[in-house]
Nanobody
Framework: QLQASGGGLVQAGGSLRLSCAAS????????MGWFRQVQGKEREFVAF????????YYADFVKGRFTISRVKSENTVYLQMNSLKPEDTAVYYC????????????????WGQGTLVTVSS
């Protein structure tokens, strides 16, 4: 089970940090991802991190602005979002996959409830 938190309202240029707490043991081979979704649009990949070795990968539109990390002892994944833009406004979801390093939301089998991020201009 995944529990996401940390969303809120922020002005453009500001920062937020999202958290995703996982219950139960996470395999080293699993990956944790962040996705986002705007109403009426498909869920899109933001970033993932491999739980074991910490390999990361980002969507082009967040490179240099967002950082994904994990703290194994806390069983938690974080998404630090800096230089936020109005177009980053969305519901952000964390998810887990055991299907390798993938950006496809259909490969993720466990999802958090989503946390809303609103960036005002």
């Amino acid at each position: 089970q995944l529990q996401a938190s940390g969303g809120g309202l922020v002005q453009a240029g500001g920062s937020l940090r999202l958290s995703c707490a996982a219950s139960g043991r996470l395999l080293s081979s699993s990956a944790m991802g962040w996705f986002r979704q705007v109403q009426g649009k498909e869920r899109e990949f933001v970033a993932f991190i491999r739980w074991g070795v910490g390999t990361t990968y980002y969507a082009d539109f967040v490179k240099g602005r967002f950082t994904i990390s994990r703290v194994k002892s806390e069983n938690t994944v974080y998404l630090q979002m800096n230089s936020l833009k109005p177009e980053d406004t969305a519901v952000y979801y964390c998810a887990r996959t055991t299907r390798g390093l993938t950006t496809m939301f259909t490969d993720y089998d466990s999802w958090g409830q989503g946390t809303l991020v609103t960036v005002s201009s």
